[in-house]
DNA sequence: ACCAATGCAACCGTAAAAGTTACGAATGGC
DNA sequence: GCCATTCGTAACTTTTACGGTTGCATTGGT
């Protein structure tokens, strides 16, 4: 794959998943539409299921399955669920030589993390069913 | 450094320059400011000059200057100006096996191409200049 | 002529993420 | 009880993006 494809991936699986709710997907059958491998779909499903998007079952009829109804899962579950922070920097070791600079960064950083912020609320404006239906 | 450095860099360049929009400046300078090396910073600002955000003067006296003035340089600007896509997949080479798969796939891709717009729109309300200042 | 600066190309090092393999644990069918 | 199936996870390899580095041509002021 390439880049952002967690999020890509996390998207596409859960809205194909939308369209039938009640049944059970392996990681294997997931793979296969995404055109990757079962570990790497186990390890962004993972993160959904800690986040309680989705639930697991191990065993001979295990698999995947939704845990909310499609309707009740916004962009924004999945894009925290999964860590994402595609705006703000990450930055907890700056030390900038004097303290104006200092306050400078301050202020990038403090920006980039409203735009992080308004970002994640219109990822809430839009829920799986949204993306599968219109 | 490390991820989204690039557009951290560029901000904060620019919201320096802002102090003092007459002043010319060297890769070195900004370099030594921003902790990293004279050519990284060119690289970034040369994007920004095909942009029309700054010019850039070679020879003995030359260096980097604010193309216009801070508060008409909004973040959009910058951002369009690295090419950067956060939010958005470039795909370009998909097929997918059956066109149910496809047009699913072109779903998502077009949601996430609506998020990346709406970013632009929120980058686009917020200046250099209100960056520096407030 | 000299020096200081950009512009640019080519390379190296590294870190993040996908891909792969392997194995253990759990679960249901027989 | 046995066995196939599936998740869970760890370890490793491969790929890729990007910052960093070096070198050199070009430009322009002194």
Redesign the pocket.
Known sequence: ???N??LS?ALHTLSHMAGSPDRL??????AEHA????????????KL?EAGLLT?????????RLARKPQDITLADVYLALDERMVATDETKETPTCSVEHALHERVSGVLEEIEESLVRRLAETSIAEVRGA
Chains 1, 2 share one sequence.
């Open positions: 794959m390439k880049r494809s967690r991936l997907r392996t990681s294997s059958d997931i055109g990757t491998n079962p570990v790497v779909v186990r390890r962004v499903l993972g299921r697991s079952e191990k065993g001979h009829a295990g698999g995947w």
